[in-house]
């Protein structure tokens, strides 16, 4: 279905999957009025549980996709491996952002880095692993590389770093033969990811570029303001991110992730059709969040610049703060939220894992200095 005109408060939202991401749409909608829906089959979901209605089917379960067709006046995703099957079923009766299209895209690492080719963005060099011969045509100057699987694969898992053909012939054995890319393991300086919203008569607005910092393959630190990154590359980013959202005929948020090597070259790496947790500081460091962007975008609400009105360090709360010397315990929270600038988000994950995202912690201040002083303070608080 064609995007509506606008969609008032009081009409329902819906969200494909409930995560963290979902729960923070979903807390972004309620709060200008809109009923929400969220289908994800965990009863426990973080999206399921403040939404209204839940509904708790698989993602291509035929009588749950309907019961969310039906509630629903616009439905968005925000778990990147919902089948684009799923999508496409949605879309037949309600307007869908982003589409079937661009998620299938977005989904597989192959399709996205050509994408990113016909869009003039240049990734790593890489090659294509589908099969065994493919395997043996791989030309030595990937190496060393990183495999990583075709699909479903976050936070560092479905890869493995290959310095050899013998470690490369053996990982891929160990994928199960998988569709994979080898990518070359580039020199990397940092890392910056860029929020850009579309709507659906093509007008575009963006975050201010974010710099990552990544441990074990996972995103720990974000950090955004004056100074974090030379404005060349940062101007470049997001003109290659632009660039990628107008190729795919994108609506709704989409975060594209980059790598700026040590010779100041800026390569794409990936991108994420819904919010990022690279964008996370939002919340709390501009006037829009890329969540009240994902609202505005998906009900055909004004989209309007976000501000960012102080500087933002983000830091990921993993699991493994939950367990201290061998034994569980809550966090010290209360020594974080003495912290002046200091917004807590727990996700509300009733079981703590270690790796797993339960929840963020943003500093703002207005310098740069300000923030990564309280970002500092709060990690001694941690322990
Ligand atoms: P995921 O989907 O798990 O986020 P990424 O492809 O973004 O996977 O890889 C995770 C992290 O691994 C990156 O953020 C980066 O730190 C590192 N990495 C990935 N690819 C490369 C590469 N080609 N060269 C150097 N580092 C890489
Ligand atoms: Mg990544």
Known sequence: ??????????????????????RMFVHAAQRLGYSTAVLDP??????????????????LDEGGLAELAEACAAITTEFENVPAAALTRLAARRFVAPGAAAVAIAQDRAQEKAHFARCG????????????????????ELLPGILKTARLGYDGKGQARVATRAELVQAWEAMQGVPCVLEKLLPLAFEC????ARGADGAMVHLPVQRNLHRAGILAVTEVGEGVLPAAIAAQAIEGT?????GLGYVGVLCVEFFVLQDGTLVVNEMAPRPHNSGHWSIDGADLSQFDLQVRTLAGLPLVAPRQHSHAVMLNLLGDLWFAGGAERTPPWERVLALPGASLHLYGKPQARPGRKMGHLTL??????GARTTALEACAALG
């Open 193 to 196: 990811s860029v929020v850009v």
């Open 121 to 140: 963005v240049p990734c790593a060099p890489h090659a294509v692993i589908a099969s065994r011969d493919q395997l043996d045509a791989v030309p030595d």
């Open 364 to 369: 703002v201040a207005e310098s740069a200095r």
């Open 42 to 59: 965990d009863a426990d979901s973080p999206a399921g549980r403040v939404s209204h209605l839940h509904v708790r089917t698989g993602y």
């Open 1 to 22: 279905m064609t995007a509506p005109a606008f969609l008032p408060p009081g009409s329902m939202l819906g969200v494909m999957g409930g995560g963290q991401l979902g």
């Open 242 to 246: 632009r660039a990628i959202a107008q």
